[in-house]
């Protein structure tokens, strides 16, 4: 039964109700009887029988109407087949189509008001439709006749304003191009079947030689190389945002386990170098080579991007073999120079000591030299050298280091001058290599004048930087 003819029931039900017990109370005090309890003699048998000819003739004056179930209901009605009968009883019946069934004339008002109030909400909701993918449509004509492609924060921002300045719908705009260039990549990419957590990419699959720039949504950086589904995907190489590169075998975008090249960018404490060999879980693992320079390698076995196992350096010059745990060294190591001399040391890592099993000769120039090259690549040049005593001259070290002045016996300076590879300079008086009162000049300019602690830190003087200003007084870690 549909909704409309149950409603209809409950409606008759309830008056039904209401009418029949109001007449029956009314015949009840009329009879001089109280429901349930019948009273004795004669006047009790009329009584009853007059409360029951009472009762059955409400029931038949106030029976609700019949009305035949329909078989189904749909959204709306038809129109009626027939006039609606005048007659309150179970006349003629009006058909409202195979859909619904026959209602009782009764029911005709409130189905043909059901059926013009759903017909024109139904004509509402169909309008504002139409309305709408209409304002879609100029939306979507306008975004591909503008060139402008919203996949980033200002292509974004500049189709919108061009959009809303051209007369489109805000609601509109924000409906084709999302509420940022990341949801409309992501929109753009689900569309295509293509990864969302990339841009750039349009080949379902770009293997071998096709190449694809691709960059990834969360920031990670831009990729250019084999992809699948807009994703890196094969062989290729992802640049970070420090310029640091990543060349290898990428699957959905992570890199896999295999060689690798990695091109780090220089930083405040390191120079660029570079890494080859194995790589899993995005840490050094197997064989790699590591290079910071032509004189500087290491070749080495590591585990979760530690050196375990033999390895060998090659430092400056000289070449140094040996076992490693944890990144340190252990057991016996040899140093190889380049004149052919060798150290083997023993390095005890437990207690940070170390036992020298081979002493090496001195790398200081001898006595009576005016010129000498260490095994270090350290060159000296000066006056001849008076064994146990100062000497004048110039040490220029292998990292770019240069003393000119008198050096101690030990061969550091005492008084002179010391530049620095990036062109720092200190002049003046020092100590076990550190100046400890005189004038340091920055390559910005920036000078020094006054005392020195035994690390080398300002303590007290004056400051002046390149603008001129000056600051006079005591410092800490060369801060006021």
Request: hydrophobic share 30%.
């Amino acid at each position: 039964m549909s909704f409309q003819s149950e409603n209809n029931n409950m409606f008759y039900s309830k008056r039904y109700s209401i009418i029949r017990t109001i007449l029956l109370t009314t015949a009840y005090l009329i009879a001089g009887i109280s429901p349930g309890f019948a009273q004795p003699g004669s006047a009790r048998e009329r009584q009853a029988s007059e409360y029951r000819r009472l009762s059955e003739a409400t029931q038949r004056a106030y029976a609700p109407p019949r009305v035949s179930s329909p078989s189904s209901y749909s959204s709306g009605y038809k129109s009626p087949s027939s006039t609606p009968s005048s007659s309150r009883g179970g006349g003629s019946s009006t058909s409202y189509g195979s859909n619904v069934g026959s209602y009782s004339s009764d029911y005709s008002p409130y189905a043909a008001e059901f059926q013009r109030k759903q017909a024109a909400y139904n004509a509402k909701l169909k309008a504002q439709e139409s309305a709408w993918n209409q304002k879609l449509a100029k939306v979507r004509s306008f975004l591909s006749s503008s060139g402008i492609v919203p996949d980033t924060k200002e292509k974004h921002e500049k189709f919108f304003f061009a959009a809303y300045g051209a007369g489109l719908d805000v609601a509109a705009i924000t409906t084709v191009i999302k509420g940022s260039a990341e949801a409309y990549n992501k929109s753009v990419a689900r569309e295509n079947g293509m990864n969302e957590n990339f841009t750039g990419g349009t080949k379902k699959e770009c293997s071998g030689s096709c190449v694809e720039t691709v960059t990834y949504v969360n920031g990670s950086g831009v990729y250019k190389g084999n992809t699948k589904n807009g994703a890196p995907h094969g062989l290729g190489t992802l640049v970070f945002p420090n310029g640091t590169t990543l060349t290898g075998q990428f699957d959905t975008g992570s890199i896999v386990g295999g060689k690798v090249k990695i091109v780090y960018a220089a930083s405040a404490t390191n120079k660029p170098y570079t890494y080859e060999g194995g790589y899993r879980n995005n840490e050094q693992n197997g064989y790699g080579v590591t290079t910071w320079g032509t004189d500087d390698i290491e070749e080495a076995e590591y585990v979760n991007g530690a050196k375990q196992g033999l390895a060998t350096l090659y430092r400056n010059g000289a070449v140094i073999k040996g076992l490693w745990k944890d990144d340190k060294m252990i057991g016996k190591h040899t140093w190889t120079f380049k004149s052919g001399y060798t150290v083997e040391k023993d390095m005890d890592v437990l207690n940070g000591k170390e036992t020298v099993i081979t002493q090496a000769r001195s790398q200081l120039p001898p006595a009576g030299a005016k010129k000498f090259t260490n095994d270090y690549g350290t060159v000296y040049e000066g006056d001849a050298v008076v064994a146990g005593q100062p000497y004048n001259g110039k040490f220029t070290f292998s990292d770019g280091r240069v003393t000119v002045g008198l050096h101690n016996k030990g061969g550091y300076l005492i008084k002179g001058k010391t530049t620095l590879p990036d062109g720092s300079t200190t002049e003046g008086l020092h100590e076990n290599g550190y100046i400890t009162n005189g004038k340091t000049v920055y390559p910005d300019r920036t000078s020094f004048n006054g005392s020195y602690d035994k690390k080398g830190y300002f303590i007290k003087g004056d400051i002046i930087y390149p603008d001129g200003q000056r600051f006079s007084g005591a410092f800490k870690d060369n801060k006021c």
